[in-house]
């Protein structure tokens, strides 16, 4: 709208006639700048939608400013008017003074929980659902907020809006001055950008968009803290910004989650008249000057709402400040340098937290929904996941940060192992294995517990330290690996089978000791456990020892009765010890009618049942002379001899 400028301290007059919006007389301060000289005419571009306004209000308001005082004139239809103004003069030297003509459209404050409708009427939203602020059947628009909570559950902010539009990309301005249109991120080169219709553009101070709505232009303004919509000719429409108090209607969240309410304790460092203070200074200099343009009544009680339940930090305060400010520069031109720098970090905070005050610094804290998960058992993250032989611990970045603890000086036990920060969602990450890091192993009964811990880092040779120590102990449990049970057991005490190789007729036995001794005689009611050592005995009766010799030849396993059959593992292989097996061990063989040998027990794998026939294959050898330690043997005699064992569970 238009200013005139001038400088004089006495009374000066100008008409102006409603009906032919024309001025007669502009009175110019010479000291002014030059392009401030400004007069209304009958070919401004603003006559029609002055006349427009004007029919359908009945009535137009003019307002005089300066920083001496402030009038208001209001007209009805169809009338001339004369004004007069005079400046108070304090001996004090006179700066430009501005006239405005206070034709305005529908303002709509959204700050905090607070929103401020068109006709001024506050309502707080008290969840941290998605709201209806404005709606436009007919043009297809939607104007959504959603709110979320900072440091108390029970209080929420709006933190960001969405340009909802039925045919199109959806616009989102978010927190750090962001903008995405249909999911992909804008990139400002400081210019007016153009979607979907709407005109975005941003500075310092947040993100403006423009839209024309069936004749009338709407303008929005977001700066992550509070959202102001400005409609030049009023249009029907309808949610929170027509009528604050239908927030059940406009509440547009399908998660019923959302609506949870939450109370927190009081703030017992909050003072109510402090508070009513802080809040009055709306009627104070120099916001006193755009009281009879912008009511302050509003914002006060929205600041007051707020301040008595929520502390003063993080720049709440002068946000109230800031929106009423906001709210007479887009009504009046009114400019105050009441700027507040926003926090340099919203853009940089993942979902779970917000941009706020950490011991004197701004940065990311921790929202407190998200956050009492963790502080109402006394933990900064999450607990130990166990897998394996590995182990990982998870922390919470901003919970460190508001416990003063810098991540950057944690590590394991191993001051070599230390945590992986993601870049996104702030988490710190410590993982190790019960080999690695300083990972202390113990046995507890029958569970293997392998133990480390987050530490902070040693000070010792620092000067000073402000950091508080650390000592977060973590551990997992698993039971301590057992040797198998399965009760094997031989069917009979030993086996015997009667041979004949060639002239020879004998009798052949195998039995199983489980001592080397050869004394504990293992039988059906014996259990042999996995990886048991036994003794396995082949005797042979009717056989001179001076002349025959008997030799085991080969020693093998199968999981069924067939000696022929598949899987197959050998024992004794050409007279001696499977050497691929350890536990093998081949005594007396070839020296006499009788030999022995022992292995540990095994299970074939994945075999039901777990039946393991043992098989051993034997020859008659004849000795080359009398003395029997000094034998040879000089030829086998006739067939192998086969004889079989079975263990069973």
């Known amino acids: ?212 709505l069936n004749g009338s232009s709407v303008s929005l303004f977001f700066d992550g803290t509070t959202a102001q919509i400005y409609i030049d000719v009023p249009v029907n429409f309808t949610g929170l910004c027509a009528d604050s108090s239908s927030s059940s209607s406009s509440r547009l969240s399908s998660d019923s989650s959302c609506q949870e309410q939450y109370v927190d304790p009081a703030d017992d460092t909050i003072n109510p008249t402090t508070v009513i203070a802080q809040c009055n200074i709306l009627k104070s200099s120099p916001f006193s000057s755009c009281n009879a343009v912008v009511d302050p009544e509003s914002y006060i009680i929205a600041c007051r709402i707020t301040l008595n339940k929520y502390p003063a930090v993080d720049g709440l305060r002068c946000q109230f400040l800031k929106a009423y400010a906001k709210a007479c520069q887009k009504v009046t031109h009114l400019f105050f340098s009441a700027d507040h720098p926003e926090p340099i970090c919203q853009d940089k905070c993942s979902d779970h937290e917000f941009c706020g005050d950490i011991h004197g610094n701004t940065d990311c804290r921790c929202r407190a929904i998200y956050a009492s998960q963790y502080t109402e058992q006394n933990r900064l993250g999450g607990p130990t996941v166990c897998k394996d032989n590995t182990a990982s611990l998870t922390l919470v970045g901003c919970l460190l940060k508001e416990n003063g603890i810098d991540y950057n000086h944690l590590h394991l036990n191993d001051k070599t192992c230390t945590g992986v920060m993601d870049p996104k969602s702030h988490m710190l990450k410590f993982s190790f294995s019960s080999d690695s890091c300083g990972t202390e192993v113990m046995t507890n009964n029958s569970q293997v517990v392998f133990t480390n811990a987050v530490v902070t880092r040693n000070s010792s040779l620092d000067l000073i330290t402000r950091q508080d120590k650390v000592y977060i102990e973590f551990s997992c449990s698993h039971p301590a690996p057992e040797l198998q049970n399965v009760a094997f057991n031989i069917l009979d005490n030993s086996v015997k089978v009667v041979l004949q190789s060639g002239e020879w007729h004998y009798n052949l036995t195998m039995k199983a000791y489980s001592d080397a001794a050869q004394t504990q005689l293992l039988g059906p009611k014996s259990d042999v456990r996995l990886n048991q050592k036994i003794w396995i005995v082949l005797e042979t009766e009717g056989l001179d020892e001076e002349v025959v010799s008997v030799v085991t030849d080969s020693c093998w396993a199968t999981s069924d009765d067939s000696p022929t059959s598949v899987p197959k593992y050998d024992l004794i292989t050409d007279g001696c010890a499977n050497t691929a097996d350890g536990t093998v061990q081949v005594m007396g063989n070839g020296q006499g009618t009788s030999n022995s040998f022992s292995f540990n027990m095994f299970e074939f794998s994945g075999k039901e049942p777990s039946e393991v026939y043992l098989h051993c294959q034997l020859q008659l050898c004849v000795c080359s002379g009398p003395a029997r330690r000094r034998r040879s043997l000089r030829y086998r005699r006739g067939a192998p001899a086969l004889i079989s064992m079975v263990w069973t569970p």
């Open 1 to 212: 709208f238009n200013r005139f400028f001038f400088f004089n301290s006495q009374i000066e007059q100008f008409d102006l006639n409603i009906t032919q919006f024309s001025v007669k007389t502009c009175f110019v301060n010479p000291k002014c700048q030059s392009n401030d000289r400004r007069c209304l005419n009958n070919e401004h571009s603003d006559r029609t939608k002055f006349q427009t306004y004007f029919e359908r209000n009945h009535r137009l308001k003019f307002y005089f400013s300066s920083s001496f005082s402030l009038q208001e004139t209001e007209l009805g239809p169809s009338k001339t008017a004369n004004i007069f103004y005079q400046p108070r003069y304090f001996g004090l030297k006179l700066s430009c003074v501005s006239i405005f003509a206070g034709v305005h459209g529908d303002l709509c404050t959204v700050t905090g929980p607070s929103v401020i409708d068109i006709s001024g009427i506050v309502n707080s939203v008290s969840d941290r659902c998605e709201y209806t602020l404005l709606q436009d059947q007919s043009a297809g628009f939607t104007l959504k907020a959603n709110f979320l909570e900072r440091r108390r559950r029970d209080v929420s902010f709006v933190d960001s809006l969405t340009l909802d539009f039925s045919q199109g990309a959806d616009i989102q301005l978010l927190q750090g001055h962001r903008v995405m249109v249909g999911g992909s991120p804008v990139t400002f080169s400081g210019s007016v950008q153009t979607f979907n219709g709407v005109g975005l553009s941003k500075d310092q101070t947040g993100v403006t968009a423009n839209i024309s």
